[in-house]
């Protein structure tokens, strides 16, 4: 059974930084590729970035692109975020999530039918 738990979200001032992490279980890291997805309040969840897709490098949401960094640590089975920049529009519950390292991921890796666990989810609220 595949588990997620994430942690490091938090409360911060627009501009700041937080990372994010989170512990994956359940699934080889060899098959896995792994992502961040968020969800505002009123939004739809939408895929933040995604990292280990087939024979390709991270992807990222044009929203974050530049401010985010995705990385994974494979000696731990971790998966981190790390947010630079932080804006308002920002907010949101934030979640981890893994999926099949298929070829199919090299096309598809924003996508979020790409991914088949998500974690519970950590707040990050970000005042102005």
């Known amino acids: 059974q595949v588990q997620l738990l994430e942690s490091g979200g938090g409360l911060v001032q627009a501009g700041h930084s937080l990372r994010l992490s989170c512990a994956v279980s359940?699934?080889?890291?060899?098959?896995?590729?792994m992502g961040w997805f968020r969800q505002a309040p009123g939004k739809q969840r939408e895929v933040v970035s995604a990292?280990?897709?087939?024979?390709?490098?991270?992807w990222y949401a044009e929203s974050v692109r530049g401010r985010f960094t995705i990385s994974v640590d494979s000696d731990k089975n971790m998966v981190y975020l790390q947010m630079n920049g932080l804006t308002v529009e920002d907010t949101a519950v934030y979640y981890c999530?893994?999926?099949?390292?298929?070829?199919?991921?090299?096309?598809?890796?924003?996508?979020?039918?790409?991914?088949?666990?998500w974690g519970q989810g950590t707040q990050v609220s970000v005042s102005s």
């Open positions: 359940g699934r080889p890291y060899s098959s896995t590729i």
């Open positions: 990292i280990r897709c087939y024979g390709r490098g991270p």
């Open positions: 999530a893994t999926g099949p390292r298929t070829s199919d991921t090299r096309a598809y890796c924003g996508r979020s039918d790409t991914f088949d666990s």
